[in-house]
């Protein structure tokens, strides 16, 4: 799954670019064309799209009908907003057309987009953890929700029904930032330490969101920024480097089966 720095870029992106406007064709490339594909085609062209949420790992259209037209976007997936004008050198796996804009959805397939009720929706979001966005978050929220959670911290931090959006590489840079091991147990975290968590959570994935986040492919003609975090990135994956802030090295460890980077000197 893509980690929610991305997704809330795209969301934004999204949500600018298409907010208001209505969907001129919908196309699949000719592998993912099958009978479901077809009908999402008659449903959705000729809607407009009201606005752009993210619940989640979901991307979501609000169409004017009353239905949600929904994006999964696995590790692989990526997108792209295009004007037509524009000729794509890699093939995209969808397109969604509105007038002289479109958005190219490459490596996904028919079952990633998909069209659903607003009670259909709110189902899936039921076994979905709270949005380190939510305003409701406090620190007493954060650590009601690991209360019962009898974990190392790393498997903790990417449990989705707990929290949504962040998986390796954030949870990874969370702790680093934290000054916490990965292999800490949940059970045995300080009042102070979760707070240093929770203020860890809320810095990271807001400066990912305002540097970029670490994926490089541009999302759109022109696109600076995207993938810019990933110079700022402390441990994840930088093993056998030099840490930025102690001078140690950085190693590669595993917890319940997760590969895990982190400085041993700063992290305790
Ligand atoms: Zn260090």
Redesign the pocket.
């Known amino acids: 799954m893509q980690e929610l720095p991305e997704l809330e870029l795209y969301r934004a992106l999204l949500a600018e670019r298409f907010s208001g406007a209505a969907i001129t064709a919908l196309e699949f490339h000719e592998d993912l064309i099958n009978e479901v594909a077809m009908e999402l085609q008659q449903d959705v062209v000729g809607k407009s799209v009201w606005f752009v949420e993210r619940r989640a790992e979901l991307i979501v259209f609000h169409l004017d009908n009353g239905k949600r037209l929904i994006f999964r976007l696995s590790d692989e997936a990526s997108i792209y907003v295009g004007s037509s004008n524009e000729t794509l050198e890699r093939e995209a796996s969808i397109y969604i057309r509105f007038d002289e804009r479109f958005l190219a959805l490459h490596g996904v397939t028919a079952a990633d987009i998909e069209l659903m009720s607003v009670k259909e929706l709110e189902s899936i979001m039921k076994n979905r953890g709270i949005d380190p966005l939510d305003k409701r978050l406090s620190l007493a929220k954060f650590m009601e929700r690991y209360a019962k959670k009898r974990s190392s911290i790393k498997t903790a931090l990417v449990d989705q029904s707990l929290l949504a959006g962040i998986g390796p590489v954030y949870s990874d840079e969370i702790l680093f930032e934290a000054g916490l091991r990965p292999d800490r147990k949940t059970a045995e975290l300080s009042h102070e330490e979760w707070e240093s968590l929770y203020s860890a959570l809320n810095h990271i994935v807001r400066d990912s969101i305002s540097h970029g986040g670490v994926r490089e492919l541009p999302l759109f003609a022109g696109d600076g920024i995207s993938g810019l975090y990933r110079e700022r990135l402390a441990v994840h994956e930088l093993e056998g480097q030099t840490?930025k802030?102690?001078g140690?090295t950085i190693k590669k460890s595993s917890v319940a089966g997760r590969k895990c980077y982190s400085?041993p000197?700063?992290q305790k």
């Open positions: 840490c802030r102690c140690g400085c000197d700063c």
